[in-house]
């Protein structure tokens, strides 16, 4: 059985700096630097961080060409004579850059240097794929680029999900071929307010201007593996929507199951035929006013609630809609399940915050029209068995769980279940072990 392999954390390999490159990117060759900006508003079908927004086309003022300006300039005093080239043009095309790489390469193999390639712009969700007016360019390209004879490119990507470069070149193994980048693969890269990308500040000794010190995000570098350089967790932070976007940004997958505590997800992603081409929705609320705001707007436009979870500790509710996930839809936030009326609605998602319990009832789902449902709950937190004994009664009568959520106020567990030809196995006892 085989693993795949991902790249460490370049902090803990003391990579980055251009003040100690020799340590980090050894080469016996003198290096040449060329420098990439990228576009300010990549094609519509590229899709890119909601963090770094586009800017509208024309625009030529703005956070996104501050930052870039800051990074090239921040670049270009830290490499001093060994710059070769940079590129910033906002409205370069891929086959412009494509030449300037082709170029650059050919200018290195003649002289015998060590390219550097270093570029500040958007990241294409989920490739990390540097972004230009008119498509974008991938870290396999630029390895196709590379003439025999030359030393392999160094990589340093200040991008959105540029860990999959990262990931990349460590997976080749080629000798000199290496990227250090921004972020994980699923993460945003973060600028320093009016001072210009985090890892590029990093990189030029420029760490007073960060808050922490370091990134916010864990940088990775391709020369050490995750097992030898583990990233830390404070820095592999994602925001909720940027995390299911990037799980799900090509219609395949859906998220079918989300638990969240104390800022901590657990999310299964699946594909379902029924709901590839549909419409997605994913966004946190701080509370249930704002949440329920946001809800009758999404209601409004037929976008219906498939998964709805809320975090005890922070009070913030997660929401995941569908388009076509039945035809009505109601929400109830309930102090005692045994006040719940069905009518001719189901059950389709639960939660819990702040002692209360909220049900999603849905109508026109196709896999709960019909079906009969029950809701279980242990009487008191020491009585987990007396559920399980229920859930298990429940199992041999043709019922499986569809929702079940923790309600930390009343101390209780409670699970629904609907009736269904379909099997299923469940390990509630870990599962209520593992909460306590």
């Known amino acids: 059985m085989s693993s795949k392999v991902f790249a460490g954390s370049a902090i803990k390999q003391n990579a980055g700096k ?110 990390g794929n540097w972004c230009f007016t008119d498509g974008t360019i991938g870290v396999d390209e630029i390895l196709e680029m590379v003439p025999e004879g030359m030393a392999y490119p ?24 290496e990227c250090l980048s921004a972020c994980k693969p699923d993460q945003s890269a973060f600028d320093n307010r009016d001072n210009g990308g985090e890892l590029t500040l990093y990189m030029t000794g420029n760490e007073k201007k960060l808050t922490k010190g370091r990134p916010v995000t864990e940088p990775l570098f391709s020369r050490g593996s995750q097992p030898d350089y583990p990233t830390v967790r404070i820095f592999g932070k994602v925001h909720y929507a940027e995390f299911i976007k990037y799980h799900t940004y090509d219609y395949r997958n859906i998220l079918i199951s989300q638990s969240i505590r104390d800022g901590y997800l657990a999310a299964v992603f699946a594909s379902d035929q029924k709901y590839n081409s549909s ?113 298990a009664d429940y199992y041999s009568k043709g019922f499986v769980i569809t929702s079940m959520c923790y309600n930390k106020g009343k101390k209780k567990f409670l699970v629904v279940m609907t009736k269904t030809s379909e099997s299923q196995e469940s390990s509630l006892e870990q599962s209520i072990s593992m909460s306590q």
């Open 18 to 127: 251009i003040s100690n490159i020799n340590d980090w990117s050894p080469t016996t060759k003198q290096r040449r630097w060329l420098l990439i900006a990228g576009s300010s508003h990549p094609p519509e079908k590229v899709h890119i961080s909601m963090g770094r927004k586009r800017e509208a086309k024309g625009e030529k003022s703005g956070k996104y060409l501050q930052g870039i300006s800051l990074d090239l300039f921040n670049i270009e005093r830290s490499v001093g004579h060994t710059l070769k080239n940079k590129i910033q043009n906002l409205e370069i095309t891929k086959a412009e850059v494509a030449n300037h790489i082709t170029s650059f390469f050919q200018f290195c193999l003649e002289n015998d240097f060590k390219p550097m390639l270093y570029y500040s712009g958007h990241g294409e969700m989920p490739t």
């Open 279 to 391: 419409e997605k929705l994913y966004w946190e609320s701080a509370g249930y006013a704002d949440f329920f705001q946001v809800y009758k707007s999404d209601v409004h436009c037929r976008k219906f609630i498939y998964s709805l979870k809320a975090d005890e500790s922070t009070k913030r509710f997660y929401a995941y809609s569908i388009e076509g996930f039945g035809d009505s839809q109601v929400v109830l936030k309930i102090d005692d399940p045994d006040d719940i009326t069905w009518r001719n609605m189901a059950i389709t998602s639960c939660t819990a915050c702040k002692s209360k319990f909220y049900f999603v009832l849905s109508s026109g789902v196709p896999e709960f029209e019909n079906r009969e449902q029950v809701v279980l709950m242990n009487p008191t937190f020491s009585q987990s068995d007396n559920l399980s004994e229920k859930v």
């Open 154 to 177: 160094t990589i340093c990507s200040d991008a959105c999900y540029s860990g999959t470069w990262a990931d990349f070149c460590i997976r080749k193994g080629i000798d000199g071929f």
